[in-house]
């Protein structure tokens, strides 16, 4: 799928769930190189987008909404296995299942993000929540069927 085909697909998939807030270039921006060089990153297959809604609705919006509507920052969503391999990730990712995603808010530091996630939303026993020091990667794990909750980062215990 070319990135035009998926933009237009991923577009009207999210729009037609009620997505408006997040479009198909922040879950895979096809073809952007990882710092300029390495493999291109790949549209995903069709039947992720389902994970992709999934984080969207469950964790996202509410992200957007926490504290006052404000702009969330996506940083990675998507990555097909060997954008993975080249970006560093984790051999079992949840970027390759559309169900992980990278991101800032604004007005909030990623440890404000990530202790807000811990202690607030309402699937917090079912996320992966990790922190680092320029984002707060959040996935949806556990409502995918898999161990939950997880939590791990840069600051040693801070969800304690």
Not at 110 to 115: D, F, I, W
Not at 120 to 132: A, K
Request: with cysteine; aromatic share 8%.
């Amino acid at each position: 799928m070319t990135k035009e085909q998926f933009y237009l697909a991923g577009g009207f998939y999210l729009q037609a769930h009620g997505i408006t807030s997040f479009v198909a270039a922040e879950v895979a921006p096809v073809g952007r190189l990882a710092n300029g060089r390495g493999p291109a990153l790949l549209a995903p297959p069709a039947h992720l987008m389902r994970n992709a809604l999934l984080l969207t609705e469950r964790v996202l919006l509410w992200v957007r909404n926490l504290g006052g509507a404000s702009p969330v920052h996506v940083s990675s969503w998507y990555r097909d296995p060997a954008y993975n391999r080249a970006v560093g990730g984790a051999s079992a990712s949840i970027h390759l299942t559309c169900g992980a995603s990278d991101i800032r808010k604004d007005g909030m530091t990623p440890r404000e993000l990530a202790l807000r996630l811990h202690r607030e939303h309402p699937d917090r026993q079912r996320l992966g929540i990790g922190l680092y020091p320029t984002f707060t990667h959040v996935d949806v794990r556990g409502l995918m069927g898999l161990t939950a909750p997880a939590r791990w980062g840069t600051v040693g215990n801070w969800w304690l």
